[in-house]
């Protein structure tokens, strides 16, 4: 994977380190269903290293619940693949609706 675009929605695979993903952009109800279905081949293409898979959400600007809902499906698909990924920088509202909704333990914070 090396740039995927999703409306408002962007994926960059940094090529000095193919194991890490900048996500960037929206993360919500109207970037999601255009991106979900792709989104657990693509980890399992780049999954060419034995290092896990870093997502970088620091560049997230607006998430919903739509969001956090993709990111659980996202880990637990991942899981039945054995694809180890953890995730960085998660913006305060994405935590706070992990919070909220009491998932936040299900996510693999780095």
Do not use: C, H, Y
């Not at 880990?75 to 920088?89: V, Y």
């Not at 935590?95 to 998932?103: E, F, Q, R, T």
């Amino acid at each position: 994977m090396n740039n995927v675009t999703s409306s408002q929605l962007t994926v960059v695979n940094d090529s000095s380190s193919p194991e890490s993903f900048l996500l960037s952009g929206n993360l919500n109800r109207d970037t999601i269903p255009s991106f979900w279905p792709d989104s657990l081949q693509q980890l399992a293409n780049a999954k060419r290293t034995s290092k896990p898979l870093v997502l970088n959400l620091e560049k997230i600007t607006q998430v919903d619940t739509a969001g956090l809902a993709w990111l659980i499906n996202l880990i637990r698909d991942a899981k039945k693949q054995d694809i180890e990924f953890s995730l960085l920088n998660l913006p305060d509202t994405l935590l706070n609706l992990a919070k909220i909704s009491d998932v936040d333990g299900f996510l693999p914070l780095q």
